[in-house]
């Protein structure tokens, strides 16, 4: 059997994209600053982990307007779902062999 250390996606190690990721699997979508507010993280910051995370595919990117400010919202994929929730489980997996 894999260490459960071997099984945690490094994608996840920034605490930054595990609040990221956290925000959108309990929200269907969120805008960037909203994003922004939740993670307490600056503009740049948050940018570039949203960024990684989009090109892994784990997060969709939709822009759009409202009046006539830009709207950028952000959701989870599918492959993004299984991906964190495998990462989850590899977490508990490694706290409950700790014991």
């Keep these: 059997m894999k260490n ?4 945690l996606n490094k994608v996840f190690d920034s605490r930054i994209r595990l609040g990221i990721m956290s925000a959108l699997m309990v929200n269907i979508r969120v805008n960037f ?9 600056t503009d740049g910051n948050l940018a570039s ?5 989009e090109e892994t595919g784990y997060i969709k990117v939709e822009k759009g307007f409202i009046g006539r400010k ?15 929730k495998s990462h989850l489980d590899a ?5 409950r062999s700790m014991q």
């Design 4 to 7: 459960p250390i071997e099984q």
């Design 33 to 41: 600053n909203e994003l922004k507010e939740l993670i307490q993280v």
């Design 49 to 53: 982990h949203l960024k990684t995370l």
């Design 70 to 84: 830009t709207n950028t919202t952000y959701a989870v994929t599918r492959a993004g779902e299984k991906a964190f």
């Design 91 to 95: 977490l508990e997996k490694m706290i």
